[in-house]
């Protein structure tokens, strides 16, 4: 099974099925330390899945995702916005 997973809903419009974090995770848990701890506790609830996961512009949340996923035993592959061909490109870690 892949899923296609955001980070926090409603910063980007993104070809998901879910996301990590609701709208709001910024004002709920802040941008640093906060965010990271709550990002890397939710990442378990995947164990075991394959997630392609859209990367967007808040660098704490992407950096907690992956190291949360792949601690939950996650393939996890970031999907990188490119701009000049308008569609994302995969990045394997």
Partial sequence: MVIKLGL???RHPLPVS????????????????GLYDEIIRRTARYAGVD?????????????????GLEAAGCTVVVMNYDRESDSYIEISL
Avoid at 18 to 33: C, F, K, N, V
Avoid at 51 to 66: E, K, N, Q
């Fill in 51 to 67: 997630v392609r996961l859209y990367a967007t512009g808040l660098t704490i949340a992407a950096i907690a995702a992956v190291k």
């Fill in 18 to 33: 879910e996301y990590l974090m609701e709208a709001d995770a910024t004002e709920r848990y802040g941008y640093h330390q």
């Fill in 8 to 10: 926090i809903a409603n």
